[in-house]
């Protein structure tokens, strides 16, 4: 009886899978019967047939690439730079490992940037996209206008000496005027005077926390407590002096007044 049922249902499982494939084919049929309106998609690679295909090309291509460096023309043409920096010289200070966490601070360090390049980027959407959009420009003028506004904001945010290095590494001949300084040069040495106020805010940042540190470890072996960790007991006392002062105002002022 056993081998009888165990025939019976593997009768029935072979049976129910014959009708289900039935069943698929059938509808599969009727499917291909009907015309379904699928969108179709497609790339083609040929040879251009005129110089306006080449030059749409390789319009299409500049634009690709300058959306892949958005994020780098971002970080080191604005005040980003300087903002992440010394942000995170404050979490070090403070000791809060991941607090805040990376998400918030880039997103923090994004607005700030945002309001702190305002009056320039919109002096390149009045004087160069604005007109370019409205034909009145062609691409070669719009690039040379909008870059003049972003030109004065890094020049003014730029040590002479960082610019002196680069012009030198570079083998030009000695500018007269900023205009005469090329935008390969000046964007490197914007970027390392960017960091080197950024290191210096940083400093200034950690002293207070520094004297902490250095109060509490010092009480801890006085005390003879030297298996107590002195990082934990010193971060409540960073935390309490950080709101008490109101540090975020404090830091996020003197950031934006440091770019004035």
């Not at 890094?154 to 500018?175: G, Y």
Request: charged share 15%; hydrophobic share 55%; with cysteine.
């Amino acid at each position: 009886m056993g081998v009888r049922k165990r025939f019976l249902t593997a009768g029935l499982v072979a049976a129910m899978a014959i009708c289900g494939l039935v069943c698929w084919l059938s509808l599969a049929r009727e499917a291909s019967a009907q015309s379904v309106p699928v969108p179709r998609v497609n790339i083609e690679v040929g040879t251009a047939q005129n110089p306006q295909e080449v030059s749409q090309s390789l319009q299409i291509l500049l634009i690709i690439t300058l959306l892949s460096l958005a994020p780098a023309i971002l970080i080191m043409m604005t005040s980003f730079t300087r903002i992440i920096v010394v942000f995170s010289f404050l979490r070090s200070a403070l000791a809060t490992q991941q607090m805040p966490p990376n998400q918030v601070l880039i997103g923090i360090a994004l607005f700030l940037t945002f309001f702190i390049m305002a009056p320039t980027w919109q002096a390149v959407n009045r004087d160069a996209l604005q007109p370019f959009l409205r034909g009145e420009i062609d691409q070669e003028v719009a690039f040379e206008r909008g870059m003049e506004p972003i030109r004065t904001f890094m020049f003014k945010q730029t040590r002479e000496k960082d610019l002196a290095l680069f012009v030198s590494l570079a083998k030009i001949p000695r500018p007269r005027t900023y205009e005469d300084i090329p935008n390969y040069v000046l964007i490197p040495a914007f970027a390392i005077s960017e960091l080197k106020t950024a290191f210096q805010i940083g400093f200034m940042i950690y002293i207070p926390f520094l004297v902490i540190d250095m109060i509490v470890a010092s009480t801890l072996m006085s005390m003879g407590m030297l298996m107590l960790p002195p990082m934990m007991i010193s971060l409540p006392f960073k935390i309490l002096l950080f709101i008490m002062v109101d540090g975020w105002h404090l830091l996020v002022r003197s950031l934006i007044l440091s770019f004035s």
